[in-house]
């Protein structure tokens, strides 16, 4: 199945990345790796995951605190946050609203 990052979600991911970067050279591609291998995992395995809400799941990433949440759609799975596990919960969920700005980055 192929899988679509939410714009905000591609932001946060980035955003993450470099915050690790600074705090050591190389951390912020070993931050990167881990959440492709997580989403990996959820395109492998969709509905192993724990469920948040009626449509969305989250996996948890194994090295890092964050949490990949999505929602399998009927051609792909959207990618909608990559949240740290401690911070601001459920924020992502006006993602789905039909004011949300449309998905990117089509895998």
Excluded at 16 to 31: H, M, V
Aim: net charge negative.
């Amino acid at each position: 199945m192929k899988y679509r990052f939410h714009w905000l979600a591609d932001d946060e991911l980035n955003e993450a990345a470099d915050y690790y970067e600074d705090k050591k050279e190389g951390l912020g591609l070993e931050f990167i790796e881990e959440v492709y291998s997580t989403i990996q995992r959820i395109v492998d395995f969709p509905l192993a995951w724990s469920k948040l809400s009626e449509r969305s799941r989250r996996c948890i990433t194994n090295r890092f605190p964050y949490q990949v949440v999505y929602q399998i759609r009927e051609q792909y799975i959207l990618i909608a946050a990559i949240g740290h596990l401690h911070r601001k919960p459920n924020y992502w969920e006006d993602r789905y609203s039909s004011k949300a700005p449309p998905q990117t980055d089509e895998m």
